[in-house]
């Protein structure tokens, strides 16, 4: 059905077109080069160097699960930086990087990712 008002549409406005005017030969050749179209963007190669960060969360069995889960994407000082969240706060985060960020870990992770961001995390002042 939307097909044929498709073409329905095509042919009537095909209809109300006036008759094309002759071109000049010069315009008519100049229509018709390359030349005449600009590139709507340049595409560049990008590439920024990070600086290298070989720290981790330590070998205790909670830094073990930071480790794995958060270090493929941030530095420890990066995550030891954020200020002190409670433990709902921590689970909407990971939420977040797993769900809109793609983070590779399973959703059952999450319980001990959250706990151990909060015994890892420096106190509330």
């Known amino acids: 059905m939307r097909l ?5 549409s095509v042919l ?14 010069e315009a008519q050749a100049h229509a018709m080069t390359s030349d005449s179209f600009a590139p709507l963007a340049t595409i560049k190669s990008a590439s ?7 720290e981790t969360f330590g ?15 941030h530095s420890a000082a990066m995550v030891r930086t954020q ?6 706060q921590w689970t909407v985060t990971v939420d977040k990087m797993r769900e809109a960020y793609g983070a590779p870990f399973d ?12 015994a890892t995390q420096p106190s509330k002042p």
């Not at 999450?110 to 909060?118: E, F, K």
């Open 4 to 8: 044929a008002l498709f073409v329905a």
């Open 12 to 25: 009537l406005l095909d209809g109300c077109h006036s008759a094309p005017q002759e071109q000049q030969p």
């Open 48 to 54: 920024i160097d990070l600086p290298a960060d070989d």
């Open 59 to 73: 070998d205790s069995l909670q830094a073990q699960v930071l480790n794995t889960n958060c270090l493929a994407c």
């Open 83 to 88: 200020p002190p969240l409670t433990a709902k």
């Open 107 to 118: 959703k059952s992770e999450t319980g001990a990712i959250v706990q151990a961001l909060t």
